[in-house]
């Protein structure tokens, strides 16, 4: 369920997975550049806004997920 909470976390989340995935794979791709703030920004407005959609739609199945794996480990 989308609600308030979720949102934020998704925006916070995924702002800050979003930037620095994309800062590390920006500057091994491209390393110091003149122009290497601008190129990760340009990557960067692509992968934010997948990124919060993602984690909107993953978060519940990853909770579960998690969820089920911990009972079959305290299970075991």
């Given at each position: 369920m989308i609600n308030l909470p979720n949102v934020i976390f998704s925006l916070v989340?995924?702002?800050l997975m979003s930037s620095s995935i994309t800062f590390v794979t920006t500057f091994v791709r491209d390393g110091p550049t003149a122009n290497f703030?601008?190129?990760w920004?340009?990557?960067w407005s692509i992968a934010y806004?997948?990124?919060?959609v993602c984690?909107?739609?993953y978060?519940?199945?990853?909770s579960n997920l998690t969820e089920e794996i911990v009972?079959?480990?305290k299970s075991s």
């Open positions: 989340m995924g702002f703030f601008f190129a920004i340009e990557v806004p997948v990124a919060i984690i909107l739609v978060r519940p199945l990853a009972k079959k480990i």
